[in-house]
């Protein structure tokens, strides 16, 4: 079976490292894959290092990028191209704009190569993952409503199946924002070699000692690109009201926050977190390759974005057995889990695999964040519940087997309209 998978760039984040694993664990003698990407533009964090080492080429195509650009256009001829030379089976596209080109040039392939202009399509399947989407918080109002006409418009003339991470996704995607229909859809969630945290306990020394922090500090992180849409912004404010209104006497030296992870915003959220007088309690350490390490060095992972599919960070959290707090966006309210308790004035919710607290809320998260930091006990049952949770749902053996079950079924129904 021959598979061409597609995404816009290898940054740094959980898409890449899903079509890297896809790609590697998708291969001879049942597939033949091949992956293209997209080139990281200047700001952002090159991933292709992770490709290298699980022996993957990528073939690059340099004028596909993140935003509208004409240049769009000789991306859609390139891809053309390298289907025609192909002859995939399988048309693999994740993220926006990698599915937005590669479907189009998917069109073209379809109904342009030599022997289907007489009505007789070509036999190739295209499938599109949404990791998240772009239909609020990313751009203004005029923008995202062109975005979701042509997620509209793709969905019923490119698309045999869309791949969503979540069941909330799921809803959000074809109930509350009407793409596609609902038999296209097929929910399979995201799996990582869970291989790497077996042995975190005996981790969780090293990355501490490197910030220098004691046995007793308690270490609140955050992990993703410092961009927009992650809104660090919120971190540092939460962390100035916990400092304020919760952390008081010794125990305010014992709580530390860390942020891990790079991107243009970097200079700014510094600024930020000076002039919310946090001082030493901030620290920013860049991007890190080893989570295998900073991990378990945590003791509790946020995550405070305005969109989200299912958030790597919160699974490779849990897979630590790291209790979490997040906004309650996207696959994060499945992630989660039921939630068994919530504050008198709910600014927060204790959930079955960590704590929720709603979107742009400072204040709510401060107080979520200070009733996790003041229960240890809590901490320590959240984290083995999403700990057994990851284990059962989330391997990267586990994704593997979806993938190739919904590849098979595709070639077994034949050549599909979308």
């Not at 007088?277 to 901030?282: A, C, N, Y």
């Not at 860049?286 to 699974?315: H, K, Q, W």
């Not at 607290?357 to 006990?377: K, T």
Request: hydrophobic residues 40%.
């Amino acid at each position: 079976m021959k598979i061409v998978r597609v995404i816009a760039r290898l940054n740094v984040g959980g898409p890449a490292k899903h079509v890297v694993w896809l790609t590697k664990g998708l291969s001879a003698p049942q597939f033949d894959s091949l992956l293209i990407a997209g080139t990281v533009p200047p700001g952002e964090e090159d991933m292709g290092y992770f490709a290298t080492e699980l022996g993957v080429v990528p073939i690059f195509v340099p004028e596909m990028s993140r935003e509208i650009s004409p240049k769009d256009a000789v991306t859609v001829w390139k891809l053309f191209r390298l289907f025609r030379r192909e002859q995939p089976d399988i048309v693999h596209t994740h993220t926006a704009k990698a599915g937005t080109v590669g479907r189009l040039a998917g069109l073209l392939y379809r109904w342009l190569t030599p022997g289907t202009l007489l009505g007789r399509p070509r036999p190739c399947h295209f499938v599109h993952t949404y990791h998240g989407h772009i239909f609020h918080s990313y751009y203004g109002p005029v923008k995202t409503r062109l975005f979701l006409t042509i997620e509209k418009m793709l969905a019923r003339l490119a698309t045999d199946r869309i791949v969503v991470i979540s069941e909330q996704q799921r809803r959000e995607i074809n109930e509350e924002f009407a793409v596609g229909r609902a038999q296209q859809f097929a929910v399979i969630p995201l799996g990582l070699d869970l291989g790497v945290y077996a042995q975190w306990q005996v981790r969780r020394d090293i990355f501490r000692k490197e910030l220098k922090a004691d046995a007793n500090d308690i270490l609140v992180g955050i992990v993703g690109r410092l961009t927009e849409i992650k809104n660090h912004e919120l971190f540092l404010q939460a962390a100035a009201l916990f400092k304020q209104e919760y952390a008081v006497g010794p125990s305010r030296a014992q709580v530390r926050f860390v942020v891990i992870g790079d991107g243009h915003l970097r200079h700014q959220l510094g600024q930020q977190a000076q002039a919310n007088g946090l001082g030493d309690d901030v620290t920013f350490v860049g991007s890190r390759r080893d989570p295998e390490n900073f991990y378990p060095a945590l003791d509790v992972v946020a995550l405070t974005s305005r969109n989200e599919g299912t958030p790597l960070t919160l699974i490779e959290a849990m897979a630590n057995a790291r209790p979490v707090i997040s906004t309650a966006v996207g696959g994060v309210v499945d992630l989660l889990g039921p939630p068994l308790s919530a504050s008198d004035d709910g600014a927060f919710v204790v959930c079955e695999r960590g704590v929720r607290v709603r979107p742009d809320d400072a204040r709510g998260f401060a107080a979520g964040l200070a009733h996790l930091i003041g229960n240890e006990s809590l901490r320590r049952e959240i984290g083995e519940r999403g700990l057994q949770f990851v284990l059962t749902h989330y391997s990267k053996e586990r994704l593997l087997t979806d993938i190739k079950s919904l590849y098979a079924e595709l070639l077994t129904r034949g050549t599909g309209a979308s």
